[in-house]
């Protein structure tokens, strides 16, 4: 069957994919005619009541388009608002805590049962809507969580080789808490968004401060071309894109009658509810989803990674070959493939790990210099920043030493006992920056200067070269 008529239901177990959300629905194709439906948990209230006050925006047929994509951008990545945008999220507030006592049910549907919201995901809201902090005390709580000293010897690595007008976007960013290109001023933006602030004003969402991880920056400043924003405005482009990716996942959700579930549970809750004969849950069956993403949970629960797959893989639809349990894992990050490109191979959780091989990070580094046509000798940097410089993965075949992560902590084993697999080849995420999923292990990334210096900008990661 082809994609195009094929019925999709994903789940987000974790942390609610708001954003994985936007970007698999703009991926399928623009005639697409199936049925797509997408369970977003999310472990964290504030994070549900956001998600829950965007989708209603977003999926509201009588709100403009672009209206909504904007409003939604502000909400995601913007400490305040203007005095318009407050009134308009606190009436999708009210509109959405008010569901909570007009009805006996658990869970309330909005827009024609396109979005479904479980009472436990709202609780937050009326708490938001009637804090009493003022600007001046939200924007004080926001520094004071930016600008505290440890924090500040994090980001300043990290923003060193940014080009002049990037660094200062980000230290913009970072002062004013508005994503907006540089001639727009932000005078008018005089209201604390509640969605970035517990009910006291205390700063709890590092998204604003990180807008460039969530995109992919060598798409950023195209899209910013499109509406006359010059790549030097980084931050101005990368409004656009995002305005442009939420409105184009509006227009398709609202014209293809996307389905979302949104709940607020602990993910052993979640499966509980899943396995049970609870009407509600009931176009969520067991056996029913194509893709379950896990950020994660391996490692949180790593005494229990077999109940973890074991759950969660009766999810998935046996029906389609192609089903996946998508898994991130920072215990495979940093205690095998960042000690591989460190040079320390045999460095893991509860073993002295060592100083890292000087010889082996500057063989990688002349490597990646000599492949991108710039001089290593010429560039000013210490050592731990190149150290930290994840982008280096590119350059070094990790598929061996994952081979030996999945040997010690036994997850091929625990899989198989599941009924599960890994997949044989990678046909979702690639092993390394840039590899091509049709490549060859060995083979090479295809980044340019440019392209190194956007997928560092874009990870807030210190760069070799900033040009």
């Known amino acids: 069957m082809s994609v195009v008529n094929r019925d999709f239901d994903v789940c987000y177990a974790v942390d609610g994919g708001l954003l994985n959300l936007v970007a698999t629905v703009n991926a399928l194709p623009s005639d697409y005619c199936g049925r797509f439906q997408a ?21 509201d047929p009588t709100l403009d388009l672009e209206q909504a994509a904007e409003l939604c951008t502000h909400l995601l990545y913007f400490s305040s608002l203007t005095p318009a945008q407050a009134s308009v999220l606190r009436s999708h507030f009210e509109s959405l805590s ?9 869970q309330q549907d909005f827009h024609g049962g396109n979005l479904r919201v479980w009472h436990h995901a709202l609780e937050p809201l009326k708490d938001l809507m009637n804090s009493t902090y003022t600007q001046e005390q939200a924007q004080k709580n926001m520094h004071k969580a930016t600008y505290w000293d440890g924090q500040t010897q994090y980001l300043e690595p990290r923003i060193w080789s940014l080009k002049p007008s990037h660094r200062l976007a980000s230290i913009k960013l970072r002062k004013v808490g508005v994503l907006l290109p540089f001639a727009v001023p932000t005078d008018a933006f005089t209201e604390p968004n509640r969605l970035m602030f517990d009910k006291d004003g ?19 400043l195209p899209s910013g071309a499109k509406h006359g924003c010059h790549e030097d405005d980084l931050a101005g482009c990368l409004f656009f894109h995002s305005k442009d ?12 009658g996307v389905r ?34 896990l950020p994660h949970l391996v490692d949180q629960l790593p005494d229990k990674r077999d109940v973890v ?72 940097r210490r050592m731990e920043q190149v150290l930290m410089l994840h982008l280096l993965d590119a350059w070094s075949d990790n598929q061996p030493v994952f081979e030996e992560y999945l040997q010690e902590t036994r ?42 210096y956007l997928l560092g900008a874009g990870s807030d990661a210190p760069l070799i070269c900033g040009g």
């Open 202 to 220: 205390k700063w709890i969402n590092a998204s604003v401060l990180r807008p460039y991880v969530t995109w992919d920056m060598r798409e950023v």
């Open 245 to 256: 990716q939420l409105a184009e996942f509006a227009r398709r959700a609202r014209a293809w």
């Open 39 to 59: 369970l977003l948990n999310n472990v964290k209230h504030i994070t549900s009541a956001r998600d829950a006050a965007i989708l209603h925006c977003l999926l």
């Open 411 to 452: 997850m091929k084993g625990i899989l198989e006992d599941c009924g599960l697999r890994i997949k044989t080849r990678n046909t979702l995420v690639p092993p390394r920056l840039d590899w091509l999923l049709s490549g060859k292990p060995e083979t090479l990334p295809g980044l340019s200067k440019h392209d190194w």
């Open 98 to 106: 008010d569901s909570i006592g007009n009805t006996q049910s658990s």
């Open 309 to 380: 797959f074991e759950h969660f893989g009766a999810l998935l639809n046996r029906a389609n070959p192609h089903a996946t349990l998508l898994v991130r894992t920072i215990e495979w990050r940093y205690l095998y493939s960042d000690q591989m490109r460190l040079g320390r191979p045999g460095a893991r959780a509860g073993a002295s790990a060592g100083p890292p091989d000087p010889v082996h990070i500057e063989a990688l580094v002349r490597s990646a210099s000599a492949y991108l046509n710039f001089d290593p000798d010429n560039l000013e």
């Open 260 to 293: 979302v579930y949104l709940t607020h549970l602990d993910t052993g809750e979640l499966y509980q509810q899943l396995a049970s004969a609870d009407p509600a849950f009931a176009p969520f069956a067991l056996g029913r989803f194509d893709r379950v993403d």
